[in-house]
């Protein structure tokens, strides 16, 4: 634990200075990484609460119990704030699942997309899933089967930011052009990720040898195979989904 909260104290260090570019002071960006990990705690404590209450009502065998998120927050990492990029802080979520009479844990490692969740609920119900319903059930996985790993897409589309005036960032029209733009972003069975943006530039990483994200290989001219296929499979999903986005 001490590691750890060593390491912590290391990173914020390092994110301070830039933070001035958002108009956040070092005692503000603190403030704020306390709420949000004090409502962490809060859920843990919450969930807790909830499983002792289904014990003592004789339910915790009849329940199905699941958490998650729709999306996650940078709090400062890449020197960022919010949800509106592709990076693994915003885009990744915890998905737990507690089904009665399973006294084992069971972690699934293969990245799954969080469109299933519906679906995969549905069926532990043994409800049937409405036709109007995206994606398919997970259950397998949660039973100790096995399932081919695929692609996971996931998209964004504008969303409205204002701009703080002074910023240092980049110039305004620059900022402007990047918060106004949409994304589409796969995530390959091998860990390659290519996120494509329609105004703003795009991005490659592989998060197995560089789970940070910290080198952007888009304009690697060694990766342009890895490209391509990734981008024919973001096309065919667009057109599968009815996605008119030109990239």
């Given at each position: 634990?001490?590691e750890?909260?060593?390491?912590?104290?290391?990173?914020?260090?390092?994110?301070?200075?830039?933070?001035?570019?958002?108009?956040?002071?070092?005692?503000?960006?603190?403030?704020?990484?306390?709420?949000?990990?004090?409502?962490?705690?809060?859920?843990?404590?919450?969930?807790?609460?909830?499983?002792?209450?289904?014990?003592?009502?004789?339910?915790?065998?009849?329940?199905?119990?699941?958490?998650?998120?729709?999306?996650?927050?940078?709090?400062?990492?890449?020197?960022?704030?919010?949800?509106?990029?592709?990076?693994?802080?915003?885009?990744?979520?915890?998905?737990?699942?507690?089904?009665?009479?399973?006294?084992?844990?069971?972690?699934?490692?293969?990245?799954?997309?969080?469109?299933?969740?519906?679906?995969?609920?549905?069926?532990?119900?043994?409800?049937?899933?409405?036709?109007?319903?995206?994606?398919?059930?997970?259950?397998?996985?949660?039973?100790?089967?096995?399932?081919?790993?695929?692609?996971?897409?996931?998209?964004?589309?504008?969303?409205r930011i204002k701009?703080?005036?002074g910023?240092?960032?980049?110039?305004?029209?620059?900022?402007?052009?990047?918060?106004?733009?949409?994304?589409?972003?796969?995530?390959l069975?091998?860990?390659?990720?290519?996120?494509?943006?329609?105004?703003?530039?795009?991005?490659l990483?592989?998060?197995?040898?560089?789970?940070?994200?910290?080198?952007?290989?888009?304009?690697?001219?060694?990766?342009?195979?890895?490209?391509?296929?990734?981008?024919?499979?973001?096309?065919?999903?667009?057109?599968?989904?009815?996605?008119?986005?030109?990239?």
């Open positions: 634990m001490r750890w909260q060593q390491a912590e104290a290391i990173l914020d260090r390092k994110r301070l200075p830039n933070l001035y570019f958002f108009g956040v002071t070092p005692d503000e960006y603190r403030a704020m990484k306390q709420r949000y990990l004090g409502l962490v705690t809060m859920v843990d404590q919450s969930i807790g609460g909830i499983l002792s209450c289904l014990e003592r009502a004789e339910l915790l065998d009849k329940t199905i119990v699941a958490h998650t998120s729709d999306h996650g927050d940078m709090l400062g990492a890449h020197h960022l704030f919010g949800k509106e990029v592709m990076f693994e802080e915003a885009v990744r979520v915890p998905y737990l699942i507690r089904m009665p009479g399973r006294g084992q844990s069971l972690r699934v490692v293969q990245p799954v997309s969080h469109i299933d969740f519906l679906p995969t609920l549905l069926d532990l119900l043994g409800a049937p899933k409405p036709g109007q319903c995206a994606g398919k059930s997970l259950t397998p996985l949660l039973h100790g089967e096995t399932m081919p790993p695929e692609n996971i897409f996931i998209e964004w589309s504008p969303n701009v703080k005036k910023t240092k960032l980049a110039p305004r029209r620059a900022i402007k052009r990047a918060v106004n733009e949409s994304t589409r972003a796969i995530i069975p091998n860990g390659w990720k290519l996120c494509l943006r329609d105004h703003d530039l795009n991005e990483y592989n998060l197995q040898t560089d789970p940070i994200e910290a080198h952007n290989r888009y304009y690697d001219s060694h990766h342009r195979s890895i490209i391509e296929r990734a981008t024919r499979e973001i096309h065919r999903w667009q057109e599968s989904v009815g996605d008119s986005l030109k990239l």
